[in-house]
């Protein structure tokens, strides 16, 4: 069973691993994940899930935990995250990395780098919040809690557009790299992100109530 899933597990590990610094090793992720996987064979209840699906979200839990512990973000790149995000957050439509450098004075590559650091802090927030929604399930204090967050997210999507929702829809629930999105929208892979940038940053302003999106 765990083998039928190691295509999978590799793809996660490699589709997270494209805005991640060359330091993080594409293996460890792969192993993070097949540890994990193996971890929740015990816990798998047929009647609440598919295998895959039950799997495969641990195996991104397991994945994006890793991550968490081996924080390795500067401090000059956490203000170039900030600016960037704000940038974004007060544009009226998507803008460009080149327009990005120009409203916050820093460099091209130094925008590329941070909005890829950006993109990662985002899936880390989404992903954290799923795992509130999902597997926090004891209790009725946690489960009002649950009830309560999903209700504040359908609210939050429900006010982004159509392409944001669809954009999102694509990543999240069908997915899909930002490269098959690309190609399903025909537009380019930084487009898609700044996409879904944006519409991470809507969210997390309306469910967290973070004044800056940052």
Same mark, same amino acid.
């Given at each position: 069973m765990i083998r039928s899933l190691l295509p999978f597990i590799k793809r996660t590990a490699e589709d997270l691993a494209q805005t991640l610094p060359p330091n993080v090793?594409?293996?460890?992720?792969?192993?993070?994940?097949?540890?994990?996987?193996?971890?929740?064979?015990?816990?798998?209840?047929?009647s609440k899930a598919s295998f895959t699906t039950f799997i495969m979200k641990r195996v991104k839990g397991a994945m994006y935990d890793y991550l968490r512990k081996i924080d390795w973000m500067p401090r000059n790149l956490r203000k170039n995250v900030k600016m960037i995000e704000r940038a974004i957050y007060e544009s009226e439509e998507f803008p460009s990395d080149e327009e990005i450098a120009r409203k916050t004075g820093l460099e091209l590559k130094e925008v590329v780098r941070a909005r890829n650091e950006m993109m990662r802090k985002q899936l880390l927030m989404i992903d954290a919040m799923e795992d509130e929604i999902v597997l926090k399930t004891e209790g009725p204090d946690e489960n009002a809690y649950r009830e309560l967050l999903v209700e504040e997210m359908k609210k939050a999507i429900e006010k982004l557009s159509?392409? !944001?929702?669809? +954009?999102?829809?694509?990543?999240?629930?069908?997915? %899909?790299?930002? *490269?098959?999105?690309?190609?399903?929208? #025909?537009?380019? !892979?930084?487009? +898609?992100?700044?996409?879904?940038?944006?519409?991470? %940053?809507?969210? *997390?302003?309306?469910?967290?109530?973070? #004044?800056?999106?940052?």
């Open positions: 090793e594409v293996d460890d992720l792969i192993q993070e994940g097949i540890v994990a996987a193996l971890s929740s064979l015990e816990r798998y209840d047929p159509d392409k !944001e929702k669809l +954009v999102l829809s694509l990543r999240f629930e069908k997915d %899909l790299s930002l *490269k098959e999105i690309a190609k399903v929208l #025909d537009v380019s !892979e930084s487009r +898609v992100s700044q996409i879904i940038s944006k519409s991470l %940053l809507k969210i *997390k302003k309306e469910v967290m109530g973070d #004044d800056q999106a940052g």
